[in-house]
């Protein structure tokens, strides 16, 4: 059965990087067809699909957090990560990894919480 | 990248059906058969409902069902139950990136 856990801190110091690395076990990234995404949610608030990477790299992000964002793929380890650089109070949510085929997210994380505070 | 509009909530009777609409545009919903609806309880991840406009994944009751016409998306729950109560999202492939809709809140009354 596949599964995804998010991991990383869960408070974020205004300006500062936000992590996150999503180990996934039951599938292999090296050998699916599939993309993983990253996928947030802020408190009380809608889903917003942040981006995606499948494992030869290939990378899509939202437009509008393009210029802060890096996803990267590690295929040894089965881990895929997500940096958001310069983050505000905005960025704080819910950060959920996911797999994804087409816009599709099958199988998803039980998601992290990120606060970003000082 | 426009977020999908869905309507805030939506409410019906056990037993009932309700549909949940999800308006796009050429570029998302209306240029792709790749779209999906996810139900979310509070405190826990989205599920996919249906995937591809119309298909089941495995496990999903055939009471849910979808359609597309044209740049909008429905998500038909017929035979309303208690456990049914939760927000749904709607979801489309806007090549290459993903959409999201607001999420409909589904009360059952």
């Known amino acids: 059965q596949l599964q995804l856990q998010e991991s990383g801190p869960g408070l974020v110091k205004p300006s500062e990087t936000l992590s996150l690395t999503c180990t996934v076990s039951?599938?292999?990234?090296?050998?699916?067809?599939?993309?993983w995404a990253w996928i947030r949610q802020p408190p009380g608030k809608g889903l917003e699909w942040i981006g995606s990477i499948n494992y030869g790299g290939s990378t899509y992000y939202r437009p509008s957090l393009r210029s802060r964002l890096t996803i990267s793929v590690d295929t040894s380890k089965d881990q895929l990560s997500l940096e958001v650089r310069s983050v505000t109070a905005a960025d704080t949510a819910v950060y959920y990894c996911?797999?994804?085929?087409?816009?599709?997210?099958?199988?998803w994380g039980q998601g992290t919480l990120v606060t970003v505070s000082s | 990248q426009s977020a999908l509009t869905q309507p805030r909530s939506v409410s019906g009777s056990p037993g009932q059906s309700v549909t949940i609409s999800c308006i796009g545009s050429?570029?998302?919903?209306?240029?792709?058969?790749?779209v999906s609806w996810y139900q979310q309880h509070p405190g826990k991840a989205p599920k996919l409902m249906i995937y591809?406009?119309?298909k089941w994944p495995s496990g999903v009751p055939d009471r849910f069902s979808g359609s597309k016409s044209g740049n909008t998306a429905s998500l038909t729950i017929s035979g309303l139950q208690a456990e049914d109560e939760a927000d749904y999202y709607c979801c489309s492939y806007a090549g290459p990136f993903v959409v999201f809709g607001g999420g409909t809140k589904l009360t059952v009354l």
């Open positions: 996911a797999r994804e085929l087409w816009g599709v997210s099958d199988y």
């Open positions: 039951g599938d292999s990234i090296r050998t699916s067809s599939h993309f």
């Open positions: 050429s570029s998302d919903v209306g240029g792709y058969n790749y």
């Open positions: 591809d406009v119309n």
